[in-house]
């Protein structure tokens, strides 16, 4: 694979996928005088927003469908993430000699910046952040990129330095890597997710687990000690090539860790070992909310501490950091009910994180694109918390078939009216909570679409 961009001079590229990341990649490799070919199988007039983006650049395209010719006509396939890795016409170009790849695996080995890989079912982007503003409060300058966020392609278009790349890894991104070697890796949690891309959860697992394939002695990985399926992994020959800091909000594991190395939550601390000394942070001061907001401060601060930060940069940020959009995100309080817009929660570990937060009565807005999730998991906790269930959208007969018995269940049509229900509903001292346990995009284009209309209904309430 190419290591200088200059190299891409009239290679023959073509882009499969046109989204954001599809558009920013075929930009960056006409900046570089590649000969680039863009396929999708949508059709013009649905693309036209992207196409918009490219107008003026000498790309061809064909859009409609994925024809043989084409693929044959390449140096190299590059795919956009959302673009399922298994489909025949990729075998068949691979048959015939074509490398075919993935865009992070591609654009990671142009990097020259140490990577910091951040994987993990939920709490990607929270940890990303908080790494970034341990750092920025420092003077270290980090760029945020990858999964939820801008392409890592950007990285490259803009032609910024930063000292540290932070990069949020999926599972789709990672289906293709072959040669990507971060100088951290980040393990957050490993949960049931994507079972409409993957056959199994054995699959997923196995997607996950190629961020480890190059570790080496340079290595630093942060796992999840609370996470079985994470420490399962650990115990992989690739991971043990380099070093581990586990972190966690048990105890009793206290003493292992200090000895070996990581993080551990006590009461209203934060003890840490990267070095000779224990250092403790306080976080009784900390703005986000819940648990598991704790165990993504571990998770950014050990990385944070490699990097250079200092503890009194990391302790200010800690006392004032929110939390981002969409998670697990205060609205406003009406005729004293609270009203959380968590859309982030695309899968059922993410709910489970949000209820773990609450120990009022709950009205849980659930529902959105059905991707073949099992949500009983979530069954002791909606008996326990949850007053009222309103779902919603394509997945809400399946999730009531594993929900439905546990509390007051309402099936509702539109998320405007689900959203109603859900406020008639609430008394004093109710929470309403938005925590889909479903991805957006049979009624919406993004968690971010749904979350925002969430907020607009909302703040309409009198």
């Not at 790849?101 to 142009?110: I, K, N, Q």
């Not at 910091?116 to 409060?137: C, D, P, S, Y």
């Not at 990672?174 to 990507?180: I, T």
Request: aromatic share 8%; hydrophobic share 40%; glycine share 8%.
């Amino acid at each position: 694979m190419y290591k200088e961009l200059s190299e891409l001079k009239d290679k023959r590229i073509l882009v499969v996928g046109l989204g954001k990341t599809g558009v920013a990649l075929s930009q960056l490799l006409t900046q570089h005088q590649a000969q680039v070919t863009v396929t999708d199988h949508k059709s013009k007039p649905e693309l036209s927003a992207q196409l918009e983006q490219l107008e003026g650049l000498p790309i061809k395209f064909e859009l409609g469908s994925h024809s043989p010719k084409i693929f044959l006509q390449q140096d190299l396939v590059v795919l956009s993430p959302g673009v399922p890795s298994n489909l025949k016409i990729f075998d068949y170009a691979r048959s015939q000699g074509i490398k075919v790849t993935g865009e992070f695996e591609f654009v990671s080995g142009f990097i020259k910046e140490p990577i910091v890989g951040i994987t993990g079912t939920n709490g990607k982007t929270t940890v990303a952040r908080l790494t970034e503003a341990f750092l920025a409060a420092s003077g270290i300058k980090a760029w945020v990129g990858g999964a939820n966020e801008k392409p890592l392609t950007d990285y490259l278009r803009s032609e910024e330095k930063a000292q540290v790349v932070i990069a949020e890894v999926s599972s789709f991104m990672l289906e293709h890597c072959e040669n990507f070697n971060p100088q951290n890796i980040i393990f957050t949690n490993l949960a049931e997710n994507h079972l409409d891309r993957y056959r199994s959860m054995e699959e997923y697992i196995n997607a996950k687990r190629k961020i480890f394939k190059n570790t080496n002695q340079a290595t630093t990985s942060i796992l999840n000690a609370d996470d079985n399926a994470v420490v399962e992994l650990a115990r992989d020959p690739t991971v043990q090539r380099g070093r581990i800091f586990y972190f966690s909000r048990k105890q009793a594991l206290e003493q292992q860790i200090m000895t070996i190395g990581g993080a551990v939550n006590i009461g209203d601390e934060i003890r840490v070992r990267t070095g000779p000394e224990i250092e403790v942070y306080n976080i009784k001061g900390m703005k986000m909310r819940g648990r598991h907001s704790i165990e993504n401060i571990m998770a950014a601060l050990l990385v944070s501490r490699e990097h250079g930060a200092t503890h009194a940069a990391i302790q200010g940020v800690i006392n004032v950091f929110k939390g981002l959009p969409h998670r697990i995100e205060y609205v406003r309080k009406v005729g004293g009910v609270q009203f959380f817009n968590d859309s982030k929660a695309t899968n059922v570990h993410a709910v489970l994180r949000a209820l773990d937060t609450f120990e009022e009565n709950v009205i849980l807005i659930a529902g959105g694109k059905d991707t073949n999730l099992n949500y009983e998991p979530l069954r002791n906790l909606v008996k326990r918390k949850v007053k009222t269930l309103i779902l919603v959208g394509e997945a809400k007969e399946r999730v009531n078939r594993d929900l439905g018995d546990f509390s007051e269940t309402f099936l509702i049509g539109t998320f405007e009216e689900a959203v109603l229900i859900a406020y008639q509903k609430s008394r004093i001292g109710d929470i309403v909570l938005l925590s889909p346990g479903c991805s957006s995009f049979d009624m919406f284009d993004s968690y971010e679409e749904r979350g925002d209309y969430f907020k607009e209904i909302v703040n309409k309430f009198n």
